[in-house]
């Protein structure tokens, strides 16, 4: 089975709303537009394509994971919207897995849960790494959160199918972004997918179902596939 992981998918990330830029984890217009559609087309870019196909697939899970603060911690209003799904995420819901994470932190044991819920397997053949699994990791904070929920998949469980892909995953910081895909996740023994077509196959996506076909291959190639 195949399992796209997908963290940071709110609004305080990828909103394009005026009200939630300059916020620090704001990926900023360009690679907000890059990722989820520009203008009109928001919520038709890559991103919520793959998930989308990746919801109707069913050989596909899909976990999302988010940061929210616990209840009666106190959030104002504007606070609770910078954890809410983006728009375009809301319709894919019923079909995903779902792991609210503490602020500034990944929550490992319910991730694991999920991957098992997902692929309707026993909680030790996650931990062990020896379950027939495939991961997928998109999202916000390349070089942060993208990163680290990788490395955990693939060097703390072990297993041996973990891929990111360039167009898939966002930073504010584009040199930490760069730097992450073309060294620390290879050297993990993650894999990046250069093309949206082979990221789509990953996942056990037909690319022509997400309107995934066609394009290039990203030009921030990591070191290893350059060689």
């Not at 894919?92 to 990944?106: K, M, R, T």
Request: aromatic share 4%.
């Amino acid at each position: 089975m195949n399992i796209v992981v997908a963290d940071g998918l709110v609004r305080a990330a990828l909103s394009p709303e005026r009200q939630f830029h300059g916020l620090p984890s704001n990926l900023g217009a360009v690679e907000i537009a890059r990722l989820m559609g520009r203008g009109r087309g928001y919520g038709e870019g890559p991103l919520p394509n793959l998930l989308r196909a990746a919801v109707r697939n069913a050989g596909t899970g899909v976990i999302l994971l988010r940061e929210v603060s616990p209840a009666g911690a106190g959030e104002s209003t504007s606070e609770e919207m910078l954890s809410e799904w983006v728009e375009p995420l809301e319709p894919l819901l019923d079909g995903a897995a779902e792991v609210s994470c503490p602020p500034g932190q990944i929550a490992w044991e319910p991730l694991i849960e999920a991957i098992a819920a997902t692929a309707r397997i026993d909680e030790a053949a996650v931990r062990s790494g020896e379950a027939d699994l495939g991961f997928l990791v998109v999202g916000c904070q390349t070089e942060k959160r993208v990163q680290t929920i990788a490395m955990f998949l693939r060097s703390v469980l072990g297993f041996e199918r973990v891929a990111v892909c360039p167009h898939l995953v966002g930073s504010a910081t584009s040199e930490a972004h760069y730097a992450t895909l073309r060294h620390n996740l290879p050297r993990s023994g993650v894999a990046v997918m250069l093309d949206l077509e082979s990221a789509a196959r990953w996942a056990g996506v037909e690319p022509g179902e997400a309107n995934l076909a066609g394009g290039r291959p990203c030009r921030i190639e990591p070191a290893e596939a350059r060689e």
